[in-house]
């Protein structure tokens, strides 16, 4: 089955400066990659996504990467505000049932 | 609110109880899947139902779970004879879109066995 890899599991930085959380992905027939936040006592809300004929997406403040030659894809949030705080999970889909393998999960703190 | 309406959102009970969860899609929407959260942890997929036929099963789903969505609307999930190592996060999701495989999930119900 499906294995994601994410990295950092923490990470920390000041206010306005950039984050940059990194997955990778073990089956090369997975086609779709969200990316989820998560904040206290709430389930995961989904962020961006890409889909694997993409290599590239933006969504303001939000880009998404994906290297399917590396089975790699990561999230990048510039200008980073304390609202970002929370943890964010990459996943990757696959099969009919385009179920979800989340990565273990990045707890960014977003200091003032 | 997210869409997904999941009851309870805390539950307590004691090791060998049955208990039961509910989730309550706001609109129709053919896929509903359960996860299960633990802490630290990403969700792990359990189940999945398109319309009203549980088409896929985890090994993370026991004997002891079964999951129904008698209309293709609201679905249960139950857990018969509760250990400890049932006690996580219980997260029910929707399709979110024609356009995209993205999920929406509720805000979960948080067992805890004791």
């Known amino acids: 089955g499906e294995n994601v890899e994410q990295h950092p599991s923490t990470l920390s930085v000041q206010e306005g400066d950039s984050a940059v959380i990194k997955c990778t992905y073990s089956?090369?027939?997975?086609?779709?990659f969200p990316w989820y936040k998560q904040e206290l006592g709430k389930g995961p809300q989904l962020i961006i996504d890409i889909r694997s004929n993409v290599g590239e997406k933006k969504d303001q403040r939000i880009a998404v990467t994906l290297n399917k030659t590396a089975k790699h894809f990561s999230l990048h949030i510039t200008e980073t505000q304390p609202e970002d705080s929370a943890v964010y999970f990459c996943a990757a889909v696959t099969g009919t049932a385009s179920k979800l393998t989340f990565g273990t999960g990045t707890r960014l703190q977003v200091t003032l | 609110d997210t869409g997904v309406s999941q009851d309870p959102r805390h539950k307590i009970t004691k090791r060998g109880q049955n208990v039961t969860f509910r989730c309550d899609p706001i609109?129709?929407?053919?896929?509903l899947y359960w996860y299960r959260q633990t802490l630290g942890q990403g969700p792990e997929f359990l189940t999945y139902?398109?319309?009203?036929?549980?088409?896929?099963k985890s090994r993370l789903l026991s004997d002891r779970f079964s999951a129904e969505r008698p209309k293709g609307s609201f679905s249960t999930l139950e857990i018969q004879r509760t250990e400890q190592g049932d006690s996580a996060m219980y997260l029910c999701a929707i399709g979110a879109g024609v356009r995209t495989y993205g999920y929406t999930f509720g805000s979960g119900t948080r067992l805890t066995v004791v």
């Open positions: 609109s129709e929407h053919n896929r």
């Open positions: 089956d090369s027939a997975s086609n779709y």
């Open positions: 139902f398109q319309n009203e036929a549980q088409l896929e």
